[in-house]
């Protein structure tokens, strides 16, 4: 656990040091949240509440897929990268470091939907479903840290940032984050439950309002889940082997 922390202390630093990186994370789902939620859902206690809950996701599946699919992929370009490969501790601390710095910017990315939530819309959660809520944050990181992850190390650095753009915004708008529970467009209520945005933002609905769960999404979510983290670990392995061979 200690070179763990070391790790994502690291992974920080160097994510800090480019301040716009972070800012950028925060951005979009604050405008966002801005633009689609607070003229039209902000007055609404039920409706603003699961509009928040999906900006939440929506900063998620942003902080982990840009932040894992780029910053994994440039990462390796980097002669320091090989470097690291050779020590001892092995792969384990630096990728559990990795993902604890990732968790960290999650949380740092949904704080100003959080904040725009609370003072500019009649959204309410009790304290209980808050708790619920920020557990939640976690559990639905983990699908779209795997799709990171398995861009980054699959993929250049100038690929993954396109495809790192090409494949979010229909995550988002195909999983039903732009829109309310029952709003979506016709196509999109077809195709959201096979789409793992669609059961992050279900597990999300749950834990802050009285939602009940689609069983189609959460199953296709625990698809999607063991999908990604085999592509994840086909691509760590044919990464590592290319560098050794």
């Known amino acids: 656990m200690r070179l763990a922390l070391l790790h994502a202390r690291y992974q920080l630093l160097e994510i800090l ?10 951005f979009f789902p604050a405008a966002a949240m801005l633009f689609f939620v607070v003229p039209f859902a902000g007055d609404d206690p039920v409706g603003a509440t699961y509009a928040t809950a999906a900006m939440v996701t929506f900063a998620v599946l942003s902080a982990n897929v840009f932040q894992y699919g780029i910053g994994v992929a440039e990462d390796r370009d980097q002669p ?3 470097y690291t490969r050779t020590l001892p501790a092995g792969p384990g601390p ?3 470091g990795r993902i604890l710095a990732g968790l960290a910017l999650t949380y740092l990315a949904m704080l100003p939907v959080v904040v725009i939530a609370a003072v500019a819309t009649a959204a309410r959660v009790s304290p209980v ?4 809520g920020a557990v939640g944050v976690a559990a639905v990181s983990v699908p779209f840290t795997l799709l990171g992850l398995a861009i980054g190390y699959s993929l250049p650095s100038k690929a993954a940032i396109v495809v790192a753009q090409v494949i979010f915004f229909p995550l988002a708008f195909g999983g039903g984050l732009l829109s309310g529970p029952d709003d ?3 196509f999109v209520k077809v195709i959201a439950p096979y ?10 609905w749950a834990a802050v309002t009285d ?4 069983p189609v999404a959460l199953g296709m979510l625990g698809v999607w889940i063991v999908a990604l983290a085999g592509l994840a ?13």
């Not at 716009?20 to 994370?25: C, F, H, K, N, T």
């Open 17 to 26: 040091r480019v301040p716009i990186a972070v800012v950028g994370s925060m």
């Open 80 to 82: 320091w990268n090989p």
């Open 94 to 96: 630096r990728l559990a």
């Open 129 to 132: 479903q808050f708790l619920l």
């Open 184 to 186: 979506a467009p016709g």
């Open 195 to 204: 789409l793992p945005s669609r059961g992050a933002v279900e597990l999300m």
């Open 211 to 214: 939602w009940r769960p689609d």
């Open 233 to 245: 670990g086909w691509a760590y392995r044919r990464d590592e082997g290319r560098r050794f061979s």
